[in-house]
């Protein structure tokens, strides 16, 4: 593509998982900075916190005491925001809709080091993570009254993380969210068009420009997406066409590890800092449809903006109007690539 035009001015680009815009303003990354600078905590972590209520062997709010895990430990959440248990139930009054949701919500603590994220794993502890998510996607997606499965991780204090213990979360649930129903039409009106994965046919674009790919092994891709809203927001995406994280085998379990590796550190060495993301995986809904239209994707969207300390925030005009960013996506994929 090549195309400097994208680089100088203003433009909207399309995110073709969701079919809305991002508002492109690359000649505002030369502006001077006089906004909010984020505290800055990298004091070192003990291995393990007495005081943790995700260390091995530690009692929790509710009185259960952890085992003395080894690698990856899973348990339901204390504070769940889905109840199995939830009464059926709908609200149709006129202009006032409501209905019922239920659902079970678990934590995944990726490892019993207390001082440690993913960034600091190697990719075969990663793979221990993620032989995890593909067994809760299979279990919990096995429950008919459970229809979709998002597995996703909030790090850092910035993003809301109330404990550092490297953990992550899933929230099944008997309807799709928001995100999830928009990229399943999307995904769906295009294969059933063109009979081919929108992402797969997206990913083939991007392997043959070379412009936004940061990384890539024999099953992996990691990009910067060309919608990215966030400033260094990339992608991780299976270069074959899985519509869920069952389909990979195990050397391809290993090699999504490793793409998670690869990132995460470059992340942590871009401000020189832990870097915060919340990062989540769509796939396919585990309701009884084929869903042969969907192609699972990873997707990090960091918040940090110009250093360790200088955060985007989404305000104003994007939350009236259109998420916008400053730094392109180019340029944050030539900043992450030096760091491999």
Known sequence: MNNTDLQDYSHKRLNILTNEWVLVSPHRAKRPWQGQNETVNNETRPTYDENCYLCAGNTRINGEKNPDYKDVYVFTNDFAALQSNTKSFE?????????????????????????????????????????????????????PEINYVQIFENKGAVMGCSNPHPHGQIWSQSNLPNEVDKKNKTQL?????????????????????????????????????????WPFET??????????ILEMNDDEAFLYAEAISVIT??????????????????????????????????????????????????????????????????TAVKMLKALL
């Open 91 to 143: 609200v149709n009054d006129g202009l006032l809709v409501a209905q019922s949701e239920t659902g079970i919500c678990k934590v995944v603590c990726f490892s019993p080091d207390h001082s440690k994220s993913l960034a600091d794993m190697s990719a075969n502890d990663i793979k221990q993570v993620v032989k995890t998510w593909q067994n809760e996607y299979k279990t919990l997606g096995d429950n």
């Open 265 to 330: 550190k470059a992340y942590d060495k871009l401000f020189n800092t832990s870097f915060p993301y919340s990062s989540g995986i769509h796939q396919a809904p585990t309701n009884s449809e084929n869903n042969e239209h969907w192609h699972w994707h990873m997707s990090f969207y960091p918040p940090l903006l110009r250093s360790a300390t200088v955060k985007k925030f989404m305000v104003g005009y994007e939350m009236f109007g259109t998420p916008q960013r400053d730094i392109t996506g180019e």
């Open 235 to 244: 992608m991780i995406v299976p270069k074959k066409h899985q519509k869920n």
């Open 189 to 229: 009106a295009y294969y059933s068009n063109k009979k081919s994965s929108l992402l797969g046919d997206y990913l083939k674009q991007e392997i043959d420009l070379q412009e936004r790919i940061i990384f890539e092994n024999d099953a992996f891709v990691v990009l910067v997406p060309f919608w990215a809203i």
